[in-house]
């Protein structure tokens, strides 16, 4: 509930107005609720009073560190629910309340309306709202003070014609609701925040690459100046953010060999997650990958191709790490006084040591860390990739996320957080963008349709914003390791359309690379963790070009570029799911149809209507495909379709409806 409270100027009166169940709002306004610039946000309440007096209604907001309030009034939904709505178009934070008010003159003005048609006497009424009218006269200054001394004066002593003219103006009300009764105001007792962000927080499409495989041989090791070369092969593709991992030297004590064994030999480039050696830490760049004027040109050059350099951060350390050996402190102590490494039994990763964010000196720890990520900021990074945060504190996070968003608000952060929901939930609220998804494990349609229709669903979209990933160096799904190329192409459409963010681990992903450690694994055989792998990024099996199709598609199509609007349709086919959006104002509308079994052809009827149809219409509208080129005329709201998983998995379907031009012939929109 939001307890209400009078504004300034309170008289000693009754408040009379209740507010309550205010939307959005994040956990009752204690989180903010998630916009990017340009949106609208849709506020509603429940606002009454006793009686039956009529109420006026307005939405407050501004943006943070403004001092004035915005105003904009509130429209009567029905059943005492009220809407309001304000548009975001700086990057940062805002505040919005409401407040309402018992409006006498509304009041009166419906009350003498239905007086006339009743044919009642309204002489005394009229000298009643005069007196309303001049009332608000006497707050009011300037043109607007003597506009309402004119109507008060037409409605007390004017002929009988100009008195109603004047109780009934538009223009009266209008400055009525400006000037209601002092102390009769009661607003919402909270201020509710909302975090904007720009466009690429809801809207982006990454692609990660292990720098050190670039070299396209397995008998070199990668460079900064080998991925740039692979930049225009990236941009190609319709890739905008280019995430790399970890970029820094690499411990050798415990350093892993290829598939995790234990016991590296002296050519084992180790994994990169195992943060620091005598080259340098956290702020360091692996020697081998180049210099950090190297990375800054790197950062330049994808600058020039419209992508963005995304950065990990891994909070944890190799036992080489100069932290280990300059603050013993950070790290937990076994009782034989060695330091703790990482678990997550059975696995063991000797080579790396996490933080103990339990020391006496977290304060001290949290601080340098901070530096971390501000260090990077200053060589030019906006975007970081958080690894495993979910393992540490909730605090942390907090504290570090509003520190950046304070001095650098476009910065994004994308939680890796593979936990419990509530936990995943928990880092989102606390300020991280985006966050992956349980996506990769969703395969039949009732788990998609039932996980994507929690995302969709306030709160969570209010504070959740997904981005989904069919693979990843630690995730090769049963689906991808058994379903073949259609399987590759089935889980990069349904990314790609079911979230307006989504990425891939390439070149693994584009070369469907399905080969797993051993049988029941999600691990990769030959992982790239592990050891740098020689990709051909020529292979005339790659789905480089479908990719690229699909990415170019979402770049055109405002309606892939959100999330809120998704809707499943009913198909009598379990194997096909059907799901469409639209944008805001309808005009682009998408239908999407896929074949989620990779082995086998599926067809069924779909039920469908696009918006502004009616379930009774006969109107054709076309269904153009745009994975494929084909076009199709559907009629009514229950039509027929066949995918070959073999061919192609999928429909992207735009929606065309048709129009009647003046020279009386068909065409679509």
């Known amino acids: 509930m939001c307890y209400s409270k009078t504004m300034k100027n309170d008289n000693d009166c009754i408040k009379r107005v209740s507010i309550e169940n205010v939307t959005p709002s994040v956990d009752d306004g204690k989180f903010p609720v998630k916009r990017v610039t340009g949106d609208r946000v849709i506020v509603e309440s429940n606002i009454f009073a006793d009686a039956h007096d009529a109420l006026s209604c307005d939405l407050l907001y501004r943006k943070k560190g403004a001092f004035d309030w915005e105003r904009s009034p509130m429209e009567y939904l029905g059943n005492d629910r009220w809407q309001g709505l304000f548009t975001v178009d700086q990057i940062g934070m805002y505040v919005f309340t409401v407040c309402g008010w018992v409006d006498g003159f509304k009041t009166w003005q419906r009350d003498l309306l239905r007086r006339i048609e009743a044919g009642q006497e309204i002489s005394v009424e009229l000298r009643i709202g005069a007196a309303l009218v001049s009332n608000a006269a006497g707050a009011a200054e300037g043109p607007d003070r003597k506009l309402l001394l004119e109507y008060a004066g037409k409605m007390e002593n004017g002929a009988r014609s100009g008195q109603l003219a004047a109780a009934r103006s538009t223009e009266l009300e209008l400055i009525m609701r400006r000037f209601p009764p002092p102390g009769s105001v009661v607003t919402c007792r909270k201020n509710f925040p909302v975090t904007v962000d720009r466009k690429k927080a809801r809207f982006s499409t990454w692609y990660e690459v292990f720098p050190r495989s670039c070299s396209g041989t397995e008998d070199r090791h990668g460079t900064f100046k080998d991925l740039e070369a692979l930049l225009p092969y990236i941009a190609g593709m319709g890739f905008d953010v280019l995430y790399l991992p970890p970029v820094h030297p690499i411990g050798r004590t415990h350093r892993k060999g290829p598939d995790n064994t234990p016991g590296a030999g002296p050519e084992d480039p180790g994994s990169p997650w195992a943060i620091g050696g005598s080259e340098g830490g956290h702020k360091s760049i692996h020697p081998q990958l180049g ?79 901070r530096s971390v990520v501000f260090f990077w900021i200053d060589q030019g990074v906006r975007i970081f990739r958080v690894d495993n945060p ?64 929690e995302l969709k669903r306030p ?211």
């Open 291 to 369: 210099t950090l004027s190297d990375f800054s040109r790197l950062i330049d050059r994808a600058a020039a191709y419209d992508i963005e350099i995304a950065l990990d951060i891994a909070f944890q350390c190799s036992p080489d790490h100069p932290y280990v050996s300059e603050h013993p402190e950070w790290f937990r102590r076994r009782p034989d006084g060695s330091i703790q490494y990482a678990e997550n039994p059975p696995k063991k990763y000797q080579d790396i040591y996490p933080f103990d964010f339990e020391t006496p000196h977290w304060r001290k720890l949290a601080r340098e860390l």
């Open 390 to 453: 979910h393992t540490k504190p909730f605090r942390f996070w907090e504290d570090l996320i509003a520190g950046v968003k304070e001095k650098y608000p476009e910065v994004i952060f994308l939680s890796e957080a593979f936990t419990r929901p509530a936990v995943m939930y928990r880092l989102a609220k606390l300020g991280f963008t985006q966050s992956y998804t349980y996506f990769a494990w969703r395969n039949t349609g009732r788990e998609l349709k039932d996980y994507f229709t």
């Open 459 to 669: 709160p969570v979209c209010d504070f959740f914003t997904p981005n989904l990933w069919p693979n990843t160096p630690d995730i090769l799904t049963e689906y991808l390791q058994t379903g073949g190329r259609p399987a590759f192409i089935v889980r990069l459409v349904l990314a790609a359309t079911l979230g307006a963010s989504y990425g891939i681990y390439g070149p693994a992903f584009e070369l469907c690379e399905d080969r797993a450690k051993e049988i029941g694994s999600e691990e990769y055989l030959n992982s790239e963790k592990y050891q740098i792998r020689g990709w051909n990024l020529e292979d005339p099996r790659s789905l480089k070009d479908i990719i690229a199709r699909v990415n170019r598609i979402r770049k055109e199509t405002p309606a892939l570029q959100e999330n809120r609007s998704l809707r499943f349709h009913e198909v009598d086919n379990d194997r096909l799911l059907c799901f469409s959006k639209n944008s805001d104002d309808g005009s682009d509308v998408v239908m999407v149809v896929v074949n989620l079994d990779p082995h086998h052809t599926h067809g069924g009827w779909v039920d469908f209507f696009p918006p502004g149809f009616s379930g009774k219409t006969e109107r054709p509208f076309q269904m153009h495909d745009l994975l494929g080129g084909s076009r199709f005329l559907w009629t009514g709201g229950r039509n027929y379709v066949e995918l070959n998983p073999s061919v192609v998995p999928a429909h992207i379907f735009r929606v065309r409806r048709r129009i009647r031009t003046e020279r009386d012939f068909d065409y679509y929109m």
